[in-house]
């Protein structure tokens, strides 16, 4: 199954609020029901959201025409590749797309289908590579992954990022086990992840966040696998809160860290990870879950949904197309 797929003038994705225990499509057909689903997280991962956005500008010019409304325009497609601030691919593809919205619908509908298919190509690219990669950092054993939150499919189209690596190590029986973080505050990796490992018949065992540094501390992981939601020109990642305690855990034990996300999330615009705008999500989500609340009825929260890993303790990153080792002082620039 793909995660995006444009169907008859509207995006069908896949509503990942609704996973594990119920397999839906979300129909949205106007920007302002794609905008309500990249910030309600029925599609997220930072891929998976640039191609939305990508078909989003589509959707955007079956709303407001760029050459006889230019300002309705802009002011739909500003408030798209604004959803959510951390992830550079969104912004990126849609900027992609508006660059040809001048050429007409058919133009930009054939940029937001290339840029999809180059998503697949890169998810596929970013298994081999990783995978490649994790064979040689670990030597002679069945390798034991751990992973945080979701980067397979449901993050890209097809197959992911870091997960990516995971299903191509089970695929060429390299992996002996996957240890997949449950990501609080919104459990993408106990309810997505979880869901995806068992889809490809991977063995797994899920494992709460605090107990993931240590793990690695006790010598049960040879390799942590993250994705990132973007990536400074100096190397620093941002990605989903709880991985900077796994690179300090890595790095303390001697454990590869990678990070594995294709080259549309390298922003040679941000110098470093101080640059990046970390998204606060809403208090909600931390003092419960769904419909039930845990917290007291005064509690507040603080709720950041990402952190940032800075270079030096990144093993490599790996992307589509290269290997960027951070250890050997090489940086994406």
């Given at each position: 199954?793909?995660t995006?797929?444009w169907n008859d003038?509207a995006?069908?994705?896949i509503?990942q609020?609704?996973?594990p225990?119920?397999?839906?499509?979300f129909?949205?057909?106007?920007?302002?029901?794609?905008?309500?689903a990249?910030?309600?997280l029925?599609?997220?991962?930072?891929p998976a959201?640039g191609v939305a956005g990508?078909?989003g500008?589509?959707l955007a010019?079956?709303?407001?025409?760029?050459i006889?409304?230019p300002d309705?325009?802009?002011?739909l497609?500003?408030?798209l590749?604004?959803?959510?601030p951390?992830?550079v691919n969104l912004a990126v593809?849609?900027?992609?797309v508006?660059?040809?919205a001048?050429?007409g619908r058919?133009a930009?509908?054939?940029?937001?289908?290339?840029?999809?298919?180059?998503e697949?190509r890169s998810s596929t690219?970013?298994?081999?590579?990783?995978?490649?990669?994790?064979?040689?950092?670990?030597e002679g054993?069945?390798?034991?992954?751990m992973?945080i939150?979701n980067t397979g499919g449901?993050?890209t189209v097809?197959r992911?990022?870091?997960?990516?690596?995971?299903q191509?190590?089970h695929?060429?029986g390299?992996?002996?086990i996957a240890?997949?973080?449950?990501?609080?505050p919104?459990l993408q990796?106990?309810?997505?992840?979880?869901w995806?490992?068992?889809?490809m018949g991977a063995p797994?065992?899920?494992v709460?966040?605090?107990?993931?540094?240590?793990?690695?501390?006790r010598g049960?992981?040879d390799?942590?696998v993250?994705?990132?939601?973007r990536?400074a020109?100096?190397?620093?990642?941002a990605?989903k809160i709880g991985?900077?305690?796994l690179a300090?855990?890595?790095?303390?034990?001697?454990?590869p860290?990678?990070?594995v996300?294709p080259?549309s999330?390298v922003?040679?615009?941000?110098?470093t990870?101080a640059d990046?705008?970390?998204?606060?999500?809403?208090?909600?989500?931390?003092?419960?879950f769904g419909?039930?609340?845990?917290?007291?009825?005064?509690?507040t929260a603080l709720n950041p949904?990402?952190?940032?890993t800075?270079?030096?303790?990144?093993t490599a990153?790996?992307?589509?197309?290269?290997?960027?080792r951070?250890?050997d002082?090489?940086?994406p620039?």
């Open positions: 199954m793909q995006i797929v003038d995006v069908d994705l509503d609020t609704k996973l225990h119920e397999l839906t499509v129909r949205a057909a106007t920007v302002a029901e794609l905008i309500d990249i910030k309600r029925v599609v997220r991962g930072a959201i990508g078909y500008v589509v010019m079956g709303e407001a025409d760029p006889t409304d309705a325009f802009a002011r497609t500003d408030r590749r604004n959803a959510r951390t992830a593809r849609v900027d992609e508006l660059a040809v001048g050429e058919e930009a509908l054939a940029t937001a289908h290339r840029i999809k298919d180059d697949i690219a970013m298994g081999e590579r990783g995978a490649d990669l994790v064979v040689s950092l670990v054993r069945s390798v034991r992954a992973t939150c449901l993050a097809d992911g990022t870091a997960l990516a690596v995971i191509t190590l695929e060429r390299d992996l002996e240890y997949p973080l449950e990501t609080r919104l990796g106990a309810r997505l992840t979880t995806e490992l068992g889809r797994y065992r899920l709460v966040d605090s107990a993931g540094p240590a793990l690695i501390s049960l992981v390799v942590v993250a994705g990132a939601d990536i020109s100096n190397g620093d990642v990605n991985t900077y305690s300090l855990a890595a790095h303390r034990s001697g454990v860290f990678l990070i996300a080259e999330t922003d040679g615009t941000t110098a990870g990046i705008d970390i998204e606060l999500r809403a208090e909600a989500e931390v003092t419960g419909e039930v609340r845990f917290a007291p009825a005064d509690a949904a990402f952190d940032v800075p270079a030096e303790l990144i990153i790996v992307t589509d197309q290269r290997v960027v951070c250890q002082g090489e940086r620039e």
